[in-house]
């Protein structure tokens, strides 16, 4: 009766479409690694995501690696626009078990799980940067270069130095962003790799234009121009000089704008992007209304709206918008420059309200999909559970039929034992008798059968044991100060897993694991701000030596833990910052 409620549970937990969806799970798309579905996804993004999201179904039901398909969904929504969605998915799949814990056919390869990880952290940063957060695609950014350089990557790593760099300088930290772009330049150059020393001497003029502005950011321009040249990739060459013109209006350098216009018409590129067509005609306009020649503005502007027409997506400048209005005003015509005026205004409004719908729906479409994996997470569980249940009642119902068998078959051996002892007390007796009819037979028969008892086996360690075995891991080894060790890594150390120890930590500290090597390496951060001997050393240096990966993490714990930054911890005296350091004690 167990095994048909069992069967019945799991019948009507089956989803009616499930049918349809695995009939897209071929032998085929079972062997698709990264670059199958990476060709896929860019063929047909739509296409592409819509069937990965069966694809996930297919995988999450049958408890199987979704790592591929995630980073597959990651790319698609990345490429339909979608950029909050797509970093969504890149944080699922960095997330997953079996690449954080390098478990399975595929992730136990430690080259290969570091390799993916750097492709998804490198996209992180892309989608980030993309939405202006350049705090966190910095920190993205430097996730997949710290793992290129752990693999011997050093192009690569140099690579993602270069958008680094950009990022400090859009972040301000100009000085910052000149440095690491001038070694990612001397690097290039060193390998002979013209290509990348260009794209480095670009960001690195673009860097310089703000720090310090004239000959010196122009001539990086002119040399990243060169190197593309002669490559003879005329899309960047005319990139590198479109931003030399830029930097050429900024000054008010109008002979050099007009020789790099000059440049540009003589190069005539077959087919450009449509961001560099843009600034192209921007230059020329603004080239043609310092000379006065507001036809030719007109012209070029004309240009710039059948660019729009074709491309809409493309962002407007102000420089636009001031050259549409100044054309107005030279032809006498005040109402269509105020109008001009009101329209941009208008459109931005616009712009934003469409941005903001935009990434609402992108978050409403997070929710759902995240409340929709709870539920198959949910069924799967059941799943399990029934059948578990299965081979449960399967097993009981084993164990009786045998027991049964045995009782019985024992049973009857004793029957049939009684009966051969009966028949040869009877042959005695008969004997017996016909030699002495006056003798009495008389026998007894004793049963004392015995068992052997069996030991219970001894229970398991206690978590407190488990606990304190893990404090003299940390006071012994110091691991809390290793940046890149997981939580599995230290239940190998304890010869445990990953679920005990973290039960052990909660038990006695009513902390996540995450959270109780964070508060370690905070007690280890403030002993070094106490130790007179540490007194030389950076926050930066602190933050490296007490395992922390990045400086925004660090400074984002200290503030957690101690309810001040480090900063403001350091200017307490001797006596406060042992205060604050036995207060933070759990």
């Given at each position: 009766?167990?095994?048909?409620?069992?069967?019945?549970?799991?019948?009507?937990?089956?989803?009616?479409?499930?049918?349809?969806?695995?009939?897209?799970?071929?032998?085929?798309?079972?062997?698709?690694?990264?670059?199958?579905?990476?060709?896929?996804?860019?063929?047909?993004?739509?296409?592409?995501?819509?069937?990965?999201?069966?694809?996930?179904?297919?995988?999450?039901?049958?408890?199987?690696?979704?790592?591929?398909?995630?980073?597959?969904?990651?790319?698609?929504?990345?490429?339909?626009?979608?950029?909050?969605?797509?970093?969504s998915w890149y944080t699922y799949a960095l997330d997953q078990p079996d690449l954080r814990e390098r478990m399975g056919p595929v992730w136990s390869d430690e080259e290969q799980a570091l390799r993916k990880e750097s492709a998804l952290y490198n996209n992180l940063g892309i989608n980030y940067e993309v939405m202006?957060?350049?705090?966190?695609?910095?920190?993205?950014?430097?996730?997949?270069?710290?793992?290129?350089?752990r693999l011997g990557e050093e192009d690569a790593a140099w690579l993602t130095a270069i958008n680094i760099g950009l990022l400090r300088f859009r972040e301000h930290q100009i000085e910052e962003a000149r440095s690491l772009l001038r070694e990612a330049a001397d690097h290039f150059a060193e390998r002979g790799d013209a290509y990348n020393e260009g794209k480095a001497l670009l960001n690195l003029a673009i860097a310089e234009q703000d720090l310090d502005p004239?000959?010196?950011?122009?001539?990086?321009?002119?040399?990243?121009?060169e190197r593309f040249a002669v490559l003879g990739d005329s899309t960047e060459a005319v990139r590198a000089l479109v931003t030399a013109g830029q930097f050429s209006h900024y000054h008010g350098d109008h002979e050099a704008l007009g020789e790099v216009?000059?440049?540009?018409?003589?190069?005539?590129?077959?087919?450009?992007?449509p961001q560099i067509q843009?600034?192209?005609?921007?230059?020329?306009a603004n080239r043609a209304a310092y000379k006065g020649d507001w036809t030719a503005v007109e012209r070029f502007l004309g240009e710039v709206d059948s660019l729009m027409l074709q491309f809409p997506d493309l962002p407007h400048s102000d420089n636009e918008l001031e050259l549409k209005m100044a054309a107005a005003f030279a032809r006498g015509d005040g109402e269509t420059s105020l109008a001009l005026f009101r329209a941009h205004n208008q459109g931005l409004r616009e712009q934003f309200g469409n941005q903001s719908a935009m990434l609402l729906a992108e978050v409403w479409d997070i929710n759902d999909r995240a409340e929709q994996m709870h539920r198959n997470e949910q069924l799967q569980t059941r799943l399990r559970f029934a059948q578990r249940l299965n081979w449960a009642g399967g097993l009981i119902l084993l164990m009786a039929f045998l027991g049964a068998a045995t009782f019985i078959?024992?049973?009857?051996?004793?029957?049939?034992?009684?009966?051969?002892?009966?028949?040869?007390?009877?042959?005695h007796l008969i004997h017996r008798s016909s030699r002495s009819p006056e003798t009495k037979a008389r026998t007894a028969l004793e049963d004392t059968p015995s068992e052997a008892s069996r030991d219970e086996p001894g229970s398991s360690p206690l978590l407190r044991d488990l606990f304190m075995a893990l404090e003299e891991l940390v006071t012994n080894e110091g691991v809390h100060r290793v940046s890149n060790h997981s939580l599995g890594y230290i239940a190998g150390k304890l010869n445990s897993n990953t679920r005990y120890v973290?039960?052990?930590i909660r038990q006695e500290t009513s902390l996540s694991y995450s959270d109780y090597m964070n508060m370690l390496r905070i007690q280890d951060a403030q002993q070094m701000m106490l130790a007179e001997e540490s007194q030389g050393l950076s926050l930066d240096q602190i933050a490296d030596q007490c395992g922390f990966g990045t400086r925004r993490t660090f400074y984002r714990q200290f503030t957690k833990f101690t309810g001040m930054p480090p900063g403001q911890f350091l200017r307490l005296s001797q006596a406060e910052r042992a205060a604050v350091l036995e207060q933070s004690r759990p």
């Open positions: 009766m167990r095994l048909f409620f069992s069967f019945l549970l799991v019948t009507l937990m089956v989803d009616p479409a499930s049918a349809e969806r695995l009939e897209l799970d071929t032998v085929e798309f079972r062997q698709w690694g990264h670059e199958e579905w990476k060709a896929f996804v860019l063929g047909e993004p739509l296409e592409g995501r819509d069937f990965a999201y069966a694809k996930l179904d297919v995988l999450l039901r049958e408890d199987r690696d979704v790592v591929h398909v995630a980073y597959a969904l990651g790319l698609a929504e990345y490429l339909l626009g979608r950029h909050l969605a797509s970093n202006q957060d350049w705090v966190a695609a910095e920190e993205a950014y430097a996730r997949s270069r710290e793992i290129d350089v004239g000959d010196l950011s122009m001539e990086h321009a002119r040399q990243a121009f216009l000059l440049d540009l018409e003589r190069m005539r590129p077959g087919r450009l992007a843009y600034a192209a005609l921007i230059l020329q078959w024992k049973r009857r051996s004793d029957l049939r034992s009684q009966q051969v002892i009966v028949r040869l007390l009877r042959r973290s039960q052990a």
